[in-house]
């Protein structure tokens, strides 16, 4: 069935540190990708999203891009802030197999220190 | 954006005792709503599906009994926990979509259930 890999955390790193958190996934058609962030206490909100392969996704200075060659969906950011610690969720939902049923990754929990 | 609301956001409740948790989509008609059941540290497990209308389709797993979900109208979807014991204990979330075409879906700021 379909899955979603992701790095294990927590992460933890320095203001203005580049960020990285790898996501990969299995899926038996053409899915839509996504990362979500869960604030400490909060729901899920969508940070972005791609719907289709060479697709960027891009939202507060996160980007995530699509490539379906590799099953991947690697999450960036160029410059983190304390404000960014959160839980991050990679997903897909993926018609062919789910219906419109989201599947998640793990989390990845990232620690940003001042 | 759309806005989906859950109330409570926090309960206690005692061992046997039942309690419902609501999920509205504040400024779009939700065709299908999403309950999933959170432990700490760990990602969203999908307990049921939810189509205005009609029956829930829960997961496997699941059980159908303890977790009556009712979907009355297009912005409400309700989550019943009957005779909830100490292991039901969770974070409790709810997901709505708009659009019967749409993959995106949004979520509800979760219910922290505590069962004593």
């Known amino acids: 069935g379909d899955s979603v890999t992701q790095m294990e955390g927590p992460v933890t790193l320095s203001e203005e540190a580049f960020l990285t958190i790898n996501c990969t996934y299995t899926?038996?058609?053409?899915?839509?990708l996504f990362w979500y962030v869960q604030y400490p206490g909060e729901g899920l909100q969508l940070l972005l999203k791609a719907t289709k392969a060479d697709d960027k996704g891009s939202n507060k200075g996160f980007e995530a891009t699509y490539r379906k060659e590799t099953t991947s969906f690697h999450l960036e950011k160029g410059s983190v802030q304390v404000s960014d610690s959160a839980v991050y969720f990679c997903?897909?939902?993926?018609?062919?197999?789910?219906?419109?049923?989201?599947?998640f990754g793990a989390g990845t929990r990232l620690f940003v220190k001042a | 954006g759309a806005v989906v609301s859950q109330h409570p956001s926090w309960v206690i409740c005692k061992s046997g005792t039942s309690v419902k948790i609501e999920c509205r989509s504040l400024?779009?008609?939700?065709?299908?709503m999403f309950w999933y059941r959170q432990f700490p540290k760990q990602s969203l497990m999908l307990m049921a599906t939810s189509n205005e209308g009609s029956k829930a389709t829960y997961e496997q797993g699941v059980e159908k009994d303890k977790f009556l979900i009712n979907h009355a109208s297009l912005t409400l979807s309700t989550l019943t926990v009957t005779s909830a014991h100490p292991e039901d204990s969770s974070f409790y979330i709810c997901?709505?979509?708009?659009?019967?075409?749409?993959?995106?879906?949004?979520f509800g700021p979760g219910t922290r259930l505590t069962v004593t």
């Open positions: 899926a038996t058609g053409y899915p839509s």
């Open positions: 400024d779009f008609q939700a065709t299908t």
């Open positions: 997901s709505a979509r708009g659009s019967p075409d749409s993959y995106e879906q949004y």
């Open positions: 997903a897909l939902s993926d018609p062919g197999t789910g219906g419109f049923k989201t599947i």
